[in-house]
């Protein structure tokens, strides 16, 4: 069973860090690309950040330079190290997984975490 298991969301005071880490099943991480997507109350689940292979990364114009995601091949983990964190970036954070092309091992399209929360206190 493919699993998307986050860890390190919380509370933090504005201007705060917290690393966000998503360890992903074997069987898909290395043919995935992923990332992360938030949903903040009243709003739509928006892309925060993603990372194709080794250093392709895209980020949302909101969290460029304060926020930095990461692959660790060995642990099939992925990271969103968050700093000079905002109120605004209070939301539920989910960890996401596509396929570099075509379809995951698995048939699917893609995965998603279960969400972790990220309250950012003023």
């Known amino acids: 069973q493919v699993q998307l298991v986050e860890s390190g969301g919380g509370l933090v005071q504005a201007g705060g860090s917290l690393r966000l880490a998503c360890a992903i099943s074997?069987?898909?991480?290395?043919?995935?690309?992923m990332g992360w997507y938030r949903q903040g109350p009243g709003s739509q689940r928006e892309l925060v950040a993603m990372v194709v292979l080794g250093s392709s990364t895209n980020y949302a114009d909101s969290v460029k330079g304060r926020f930095t995601i990461s692959r660790d091949n060995a642990k099939n983990t992925v990271y969103l190290q968050m700093n000079s964190l905002k109120p605004e970036d209070t939301a539920v954070y989910y960890c996401?997984?596509?396929?570099?092309?075509?379809?995951?091992?698995?048939?699917?399209?893609?995965?998603w975490g279960q969400g972790t929360q990220v309250t950012v206190s003023s």
């Open positions: 074997e069987i898909i991480f290395s043919f995935s690309a």
């Open positions: 996401y997984c596509r396929p570099l092309a075509g379809l995951l091992p698995t048939g699917r399209r893609d995965y």
